[in-house]
């Protein structure tokens, strides 16, 4: 399972590990990413989730419902 967000679709940044001797190496940095259980009423039933911190809170800002519809339009099962 990839590293990106449910809502948002983040995903993890490339780059480099830029030391004192200008050495190069590549590194990434990871989504923080958390699994959350949300409860659907329409459907009588819980949806988990994994989202972003930036996820989390746009689902409180507009709610489970108009997310999970977001989610189903976009192509994406739930």
């Not at 780059?15 to 949300?38: A, C, E, F, I, M």
């Amino acid at each position: 399972m990839s590293r990106t967000c449910d809502v948002t679709g983040a995903g993890p940044g490339f780059g480099n590990n830029v030391p004192w001797s200008k050495h190069k190496t590549r590194r990434r940095w990871d989504v923080n990413l958390q699994t959350k259980r949300y409860y659907l009423p329409s459907e009588g039933r819980w949806v988990r989730l994994r989202l972003s911190a930036k996820g989390i809170k746009i689902v409180d800002r507009d709610g489970v419902e108009a997310v999970v519809q977001r989610m189903r339009n976009a192509g994406r099962k739930v």
